[in-house]
């Protein structure tokens, strides 16, 4: 039987990566997948490169705080919505799979409005605004966290784990060293600001990197348009805009990682045992959720936490030196985590609603 679906989400990197971990098996499935995202979002340059035709709608960003932009923006979400009824009409999908950003609220309403099954997936443990607007239009909800599930009614809602790409468990740690040109077999911390990068995390890492190369490699992850070239050529340090094909063999690398707390990044730190030292965006950058991922990794010791208004060059290093001196704490109590299988568990859901 031909079976067709849409995948949809965009904004960050985040609402991305768990598509992608999906398409082989879905691929294995029989299904025909297109996705639909922004027009020159990062996902478009991520999907086109693997091959999926990509759609791009109008989206506009549905703020809680005032904008001038507030008053054009909901005219870009009628056009997107009108859109992706243009698209569903011409894909006809059996199902729409949506990963969230504000671009899939558009594609999750139209989805409804021709009574098409849509299954969401949310990351985090409190839903953005995007998820917020289209959950009452979902047939089926895959939550990383219990505390997330609990809120919806009974068989709507299930505990999935997030979709980790399969590569990523196969880096090879000596390619990983070639590739960032270190030549010692130093310790080496891996840091990721996140897909659009941290401007704070950076200027820390960059304020402490005499006292951590005197121990360590680092590899740094600084964000589109926020490498500094006046620290290239240092002994022991690599920084880039971005990593993609060469990612599993960095991780593979890194002995300790330096993170945002995004729910998808920290999941991948999870599933790979990784010690690491979360820094989640701020309040005043964010509603939070980040800050409720991070303790909650905290809480079940599987990651230190720094506070954004805490980070400075002495509370890093201090947490390095705490994060390298218990890995092995750490590593343990990550083992620990009863791993799903979350690609086989959302795909039997997806698979469930064709009719």
């Not at 005499?210 to 740094?220: A, R």
């Not at 330096?258 to 690491?276: F, M, Q, V």
């Amino acid at each position: 039987m031909s079976k067709t679906l849409v995948m949809t989400g965009g904004g960050t990197a985040g609402h991305v990566t768990p598509n992608i971990a999906m398409l082989p098996r879905l691929r294995e499935m029989g299904y025909k997948i297109s996705y639909i995202g922004t027009y020159d979002g990062i996902e478009k340059k991520l999907i086109e490169a693997e091959g999926i035709p990509y759609y791009g709608i109008s989206s506009g960003k549905l703020r809680r705080y005032f904008s001038m932009k507030n008053f054009s923006d909901p005219f870009r979400v009628i056009k997107g919505f009108r859109q992706a009824k243009k698209l569903m009409k011409q894909l006809r999908p059996d199902v729409v799979f949506s990963k969230g950003g504000f671009v899939s609220v558009p594609v999750v309403m139209a989805a409804a409005k021709k009574k098409i099954p849509v299954v969401i997936h949310e990351s985090d443990m409190t839903p953005g605004l995007a998820n917020k607007l289209a959950l009452p239009k979902a047939s089926r909800v895959c939550c990383n966290f219990p505390e997330t599930a609990s809120t919806f009614p009974e068989g709507v809602a299930t505990v999935t784990g997030t979709p980790i790409r399969e590569e990523l468990y196969h880096g090879d740690a000596e390619k990983g060293r070639m590739f960032c040109r270190f030549t010692d077999n130093r310790p080496t911390i891996l840091v990721m600001g996140g897909s659009t990068g941290s401007a704070a995390v950076n200027a820390c890492i960059r304020d402490a990197l005499p006292e951590l190369l005197k121990d360590y490699n680092v590899v740094h992850l600084a964000g589109e348009g926020k490498t500094d070239p006046s620290y290239d050529g240092r002994a022991g340090y690599a920084q880039f805009a971005y990593v993609k094909e060469q990612l599993p063999d960095v991780f593979a690398l890194a002995d300790l990682v330096i993170s945002r707390a995004g729910a998808n990044a920290i999941c991948e730190l999870l599933a790979l045992r990784k010690p690491n030292i979360l820094i989640p965006l701020s309040l005043a950058q964010s509603r939070g959720d980040q800050i409720l991922n991070a303790r909650s990794f905290e809480k079940s010791g599987y990651s230190k936490v720094i506070e954004e208004e805490n980070l400075n060059k002495d509370t890093l290093l201090s947490a390095v030196r705490e994060v390298s001196e218990n890995r092995e704490d750490y590593i343990r109590k990550m083992a620990g985590n009863e791993e799903k299988d979350s690609i086989t568990i959302i795909t039997e859901i997806i698979d469930s609603l064709v009719k």
